[in-house]
């Protein structure tokens, strides 16, 4: 058994919260103690009980053996969370995905992303303001992060994909996109440059009690939070809360106040929100100077490298990012 195979199985114990898979990986020596594994034995082990496992060991073996497999063939990466290259700001969160499955590239240690997030049913001015907010982060360098969703989330993807990079976290498996309508954005944010990232096993369902976990990584992965538009009970605000809990800025979109579809956007305006109106705006909150777009989107639909003026934008970020990091 290698560690890979270790590291699957008990990713596939769904009973274990993230902390609880590395414990149990730090003290399981052998196939043969996993194959003794039962439910009174993993409460002595992490220290509270817990309930039957849902499938024997043996069959969580087999099952990290097909991960392996499926892994290989679609080119996803797992990263362990003690793994160099998984992502540092994620990493600091309380109880970080125990291994996250990437397909595509990350952005570079100390480049830092802006989630973008909101209502599925957004207004027309405020779907625009997404795509156009997505748009102007990517010509700065900065990659926008989200969650693939109907709305201020794709259309926050389709921007930032006309002037750079995105990525997006999925509630299911990385091997699947969810929702399905949304497979050619997907493959666009691969061909782009960008990232499908889940914490899900191969095969695992979008199932509802994702959609939360999911969006904690969301903001884990981020920067700045910025709720573009959302209503008073919307999932988007359940990412500002992550993204307080996890000491991000957090922003909202000058074009998603109004009307009912836009309360709960307003009443994060009222508790201490930051109100942007562009990229600019999210630059100043780090201190950065607004740096000239980079070049044009060429006519294939791939975006140029960025410009001069914008890489020595990101550097400013880094550096920036480098003497706060204590405080972030």
Partial sequence: MTDLTLRLAIQRITVLRPHEKLQLEEIVDSEAFFLALSAPLLSQIIGRRVSPLARLPEALLRLAEYDQRILTERGIVALHVNDRHYPAQLREIF?????????????????????????????????????????????????????????????????????????????????????????RVASQILEHGGFLVSEYSPGVAPLKYH????????????????????????????????????????????AGLEGTVGQGSKDLAADGALIISSAADVLAEWGVEPAAAASPVRGTGAPESVGAAAAGQIAQVRALLETTESDV
């Fill in 95 to 183: 109880d970080p995905p125990y291994l996250i499955f990437v397909r595509g590239e990350l952005p570079e240690p100390g480049v830092p992303m802006v989630a973008i997030v909101g209502t599925r049913e957004p207004s027309a001015p405020a779907s625009l303001a997404a795509r156009r907010l997505g748009r102007e982060l990517a010509e700065a360098g900065i990659p926008v992060v989200s969650g693939l969703a109907r709305g201020i989330d794709v259309a926050a993807h389709q921007g930032a994909l006309a002037g750079g990079t995105t990525g997006a976290v999925l509630a299911c498996g990385a091997d699947a996109v969810y929702p399905k309508g949304h497979r």
């Fill in 211 to 254: 959609f939360p976990a999911r969006n904690r990584i969301i903001s884990g992965l981020a920067r700045a939070v910025v709720v573009v538009q959302a209503p008073a009970k919307s999932g988007a605000l359940i990412t500002a809360d992550y993204a307080l809990d996890h000491r991000r800025d957090l922003a909202v979109h000058a």
